[in-house]
């Protein structure tokens, strides 16, 4: 692994542990010339995925852009940072496993949202207005109204 600092292709790893549930291997290394240190994590990658967006262009999967479209509508809210990581991981391990490369952005949309209902519904919403692109307030009324009608339902 190639130092950030110096750019030393030559690193040495100092600790390995599992993180996030298990999912990730932290580990923390040392470079040999200027003895800076850092922290990398290793997950698995079942294949290379290629988001196909609503305007039909395409571009590599990014775990990090996922990551961001999460932070933003759980900002502010009580939700750990663990949580959100194993969100992610939820989400790209079910892109992983559909068996195909190419996936839309609108799988992913509703990915995220089946994941953020079961973790945040404030963040739900707020993510939903966004998503589902809503204009006006009768819009979030409607939404939260068939929300809680099923909940009503799941609660019975």
């Known amino acids: ?3 950030p600092f110096c750019s030393n292709p030559d690193t040495q790893v100092k600790d390995s542990r599992p993180a996030e549930n298990g999912a990730t291997i932290r580990r923390r290394r040392t470079c040999g010339e200027c003895e800076a240190r850092f922290t990398t994590f290793e997950r698995v990658q079942l294949r290379e995925l290629t988001v196909i967006k609503t305007d039909s262009s395409r571009e590599p999967f990014s775990r990090e852009k996922l990551l961001r479209s999460l932070h933003l509508p759980l900002q502010k809210r009580p939700v750990d940072t663990s949580d959100i990581e194993c969100t992610v991981n939820t989400i790209i391990r079910k892109l992983e496993e559909s068996g195909n490369s190419d996936i839309t952005s609108v ?21 939903a207005s966004i998503y589902k ?20 339902e799941n609660n019975k």
Do not use: W
């Open 133 to 152: 692109d809503f204009r006006e307030v009768t819009d979030y009324n409607d939404f939260v109204s068939n929300l809680n009608e099923q909940i009503k």
């Open 1 to 3: 692994m190639k130092c």
């Open 107 to 127: 799988m992913i949309g509703e990915y995220v949202m089946e994941e953020l209902a079961k973790i945040d519904l404030v963040a739900y919403i707020r993510y």
